[in-house]
């Protein structure tokens, strides 16, 4: 399981745009990278996927290096509202039989935006 | 959009008791999970499920608990004999089987259990 590094905190103000970068240098050819955000007292919820290149949604870009040692997630213009935490994960497509896929999460990145 | 629901928001009981947390994963998905998040700690994976079987448990899932898919529409976890360590939020999520959205689950609101 390929280990993550992400900064434990960030600050912003709003309108500001946001990089979080996360490493894993020793991802797996079949892993991907995946984003997730924890408002207190919620459920995680699922932002991005990609394996490399650019990836872009209608709430985030991920940037992947050709060596994949690291990914940064961009979020464009936040808000009071994305004040969160942000989970890196790295985690391998499995066949469709099987179903685990389980996720494992670190301690994220607490990010703080302010007006 | 659809959504995973969880019954009761919060749960208040005495170490020792049983207690059952109750999902509703989105209707077509067909892998379902818990996860735990002990407050100011790291969301932790419990167990996946899938065709009506455990896939995967973590060593957390000891013989205290047990999940069920009772009918087409629940996933329930069990806790047989509550602890107070057992303290935490838990998480239920579900994901479809479409190979492009793989690791992407969707979490519930949580059961905020209290074990007194």
């Known amino acids: 399981l390929a280990k993550t590094t992400q900064p434990i905190s960030m600050d912003s103000y709003e309108g500001q745009e946001v990089n979080i970068t996360c490493s894993h240098n020793?991802?797996?050819?079949?892993?991907?990278i995946t984003w997730y955000q924890q408002f207190p007292s919620q459920g995680p919820r699922f932002i991005i996927q990609?394996?490399?290149t650019k990836v872009t949604n209608e709430v985030a870009s991920l940037f992947i290096p050709a060596d994949r040692k690291s990914s940064t997630l961009s979020l464009p213009r936040v808000s009071l509202s994305d004040t969160a935490v942000y989970y890196c994960?790295?985690?391998?497509?499995?066949?469709?039989?099987?179903?685990?896929?389980?996720?494992?999460f670190g301690t994220g990145t607490q990010l703080k935006v302010e007006l | 959009e659809p959504e995973v629901t969880q019954t009761p928001s919060h749960q208040v009981t005495q170490m020792g008791q049983e207690v059952i947390l109750r999902c509703v994963p989105i209707?077509?998905?067909?892998?379902f999970y818990w996860y735990r998040q002990i407050l100011g700690q790291k969301v932790e994976f419990l167990v996946s499920?899938?065709?009506?079987?455990?896939?995967?448990k973590s060593e957390i899932f000891d013989d205290q608990f047990s999940v069920e898919r009772p009918d087409g529409s629940n996933f329930t976890l069990k806790i047989r004999s509550t602890k107070l360590e057992d303290s935490a939020m838990y998480f239920c999520?579900?994901?479809?089987?479409?190979?492009?959205?793989?690791?992407?689950?969707?979490f519930g609101p949580g059961t905020r259990l209290t074990v007194l």
């Open positions: 999520a579900s994901r479809g089987k479409d190979r492009s959205s793989y690791n992407e689950q969707f």
């Open positions: 020793n991802i797996a050819t079949n892993d991907y």
């Open positions: 990609g394996y490399k």
């Open positions: 994960l790295v985690g391998d497509i499995i066949g469709l039989t099987g179903g685990g896929n389980k996720l494992t």
């Open positions: 209707s077509n998905h067909l892998y």
């Open positions: 499920f899938y065709n009506n079987e455990i896939s995967e």
